[in-house]
């Protein structure tokens, strides 16, 4: 029968050689720590970001939001906001399927992009809206419009 001094000097070379082991699977040949992988990229946004109404209002996930004086996006629910992109589902309306988008907007898929950053905040500059039921002229109009920004 082993001695209770033995069972923990045998336990203490045990955890002294995982240390070991561990710190040395971590090294490089020469024994030294190495830092492997790609670096950390520094977060660029510090601020709010917003999306302007025609007015220059700024607007956060805003319900609503005109895209030129023609159209109008309405019922926007946001699944992201504040990155590079910020993507929505909501209706459509516009002077040029009048009245029948008016009564029912047509469905869309909204991308917002083109960030304008400024110390504080930023804006969104474009929004691409994917609109199933426009074809056409006004479907590659809707494909890359210029949102209003606010004087900075």
């Given at each position: 029968?082993?001695?209770?001094?033995?069972?923990?000097?045998?336990?203490?070379?045990?955890?002294?050689?995982?240390?070991?082991?561990?710190?040395?699977?971590?090294?490089?040949?020469?024994?030294?720590?190495?830092?492997e992988?790609?670096?950390?990229?520094?977060?660029?946004?510090?601020?709010?970001?917003?999306?302007?109404?025609?007015?220059?209002?700024?607007?956060?996930?805003?319900?609503?939001?005109?895209?030129?004086?023609?159209?109008?996006?309405?019922?926007?629910?946001?699944?992201?906001?504040?990155?590079?992109?910020?993507?929505?589902?909501?209706?459509l309306?516009?002077?040029?399927?009048?009245?029948?988008?008016?009564?029912?907007?047509?469905?869309?898929?909204?991308?917002?992009?083109?960030?304008?950053?400024?110390?504080?905040?930023?804006?969104?500059?474009?929004?691409?809206?994917?609109a199933?039921?426009?074809?056409?002229?006004?479907?590659?109009?809707?494909?890359?419009?210029?949102l209003?920004?606010?004087?900075?």
């Open positions: 029968m082993r001695s209770a001094t033995a069972t923990v000097r045998a336990a203490g070379a045990a955890v002294a050689a995982g240390a070991v082991l561990l710190v040395s699977g971590c090294a490089g040949p020469d024994g030294l720590l190495r830092d992988g790609p670096a950390v990229a520094p977060a660029t946004r510090s601020g709010s970001v917003y999306a302007a109404d025609g007015t220059g209002r700024p607007l956060q996930r805003p319900d609503s939001l005109p895209l030129g004086d023609a159209a109008r996006l309405t019922g926007l629910r946001w699944t992201s906001w504040g990155g590079p992109t910020a993507l929505a589902s909501g209706g309306s516009a002077d040029w399927c009048a009245p029948e988008c008016f009564r029912t907007p047509y469905e869309v898929k909204v991308t917002l992009s083109g960030l304008q950053r400024l110390p504080d905040f930023a804006y969104y500059s474009s929004a691409g809206v994917v199933p039921q426009v074809r056409g002229e006004q479907a590659a109009e809707l494909g890359r419009v210029s209003h920004l606010p004087e900075f």
